[in-house]
């Protein structure tokens, strides 16, 4: 199975800061790599895809990079409503798998 | 507009099963592949299996093979997952999500609200 590590666990950072999030696949995956927001009590939701895609109705000052093997996820000029958990997902094995999270908290 | 709608929590005995359903709605339900995933209190999101509903063809992680059944009934748009054995470290809040297809490299782009399963002698 692939196996998904992200770093940090945790970050601490104020509103319109800029913030990076990495992840890193145990083989390359290409581009089949998504990155999800999760609030408290909500569900996850689909921020990019395809490592450097913008889903739909997600701000541009989210952004992601990388191919293969590593993966990044900017975050700039942080907002109030950015305050939450970030997680990475591979699709290109059949069998998903997520990275452990990073929250991501106000300083 | 395209939702999942997930049923209601449930609490459950160590050892008893549970069966979760996730009614799709606002799209062609046979068209898009359904997972399962969860999430303990405090604790990351865990992928547990899939479910293509047009075939029936399913795949799950090597943790749970054995112990979940994902299956469906396509003329009422719903996925069931159902995991047996119940233990207490099962309990968790218990997601269905949509893979995007082709156009979004397979991610999950629509969620379900979630169902909490506890489970508590």
């Known amino acids: 199975d692939i196996q998904m590590t992200q770093s940090p666990s945790s970050l601490s950072a104020s509103v319109g800061d800029r913030v990076t999030i990495t992840c890193r696949a145990s083989?390359?995956?290409?581009?089949?790599l998504n990155w999800y927001q999760q609030k408290p009590g909500k569900a996850p939701k689909l921020l990019i895809y395809a490592a450097s895609s913008l889903q739909s109705g997600v701000p541009s000052r989210f952004s992601g990079s990388g191919s293969e093997t590593d993966f990044t996820l900017t975050i700039t000029s942080l907002q109030p409503e950015d305050f939450a958990t970030y997680y990475c997902q591979q699709s290109y094995s059949t069998l998903y798998s997520f990275g452990q999270g990073t929250k991501l908290e106000i300083k | 507009q395209v939702q999942l709608v997930q049923s209601g929590a449930e609490v459950k005995k160590p050892g008893a099963s549970v069966k979760v359903s996730c009614k799709a709605s606002?799209?062609?339900?046979?068209?898009?592949?359904i997972n399962w995933v969860r999430q303990a209190t405090g604790q990351g999101l865990e992928w547990m299996g899939r479910l293509n509903p047009n075939s029936g063809h399913t795949d799950f992680a090597q943790k749970f093979q054995g112990r979940v059944t994902i299956t469906r009934t396509t003329s009422i748009s719903t996925t069931y997952m159902e995991l047996s054995s119940l233990r207490s470290d099962d309990t968790a809040v218990y997601y269905c999500a949509r893979v995007g297809g082709t156009s979004s490299w397979y991610a999950l782009d629509i969620w379900g609200q979630g169902t909490m399963v506890t489970v508590s002698s």
């Open positions: 083989e390359s995956i290409g581009n089949y």
């Open positions: 606002g799209y062609t339900f046979t068209s898009y592949d």
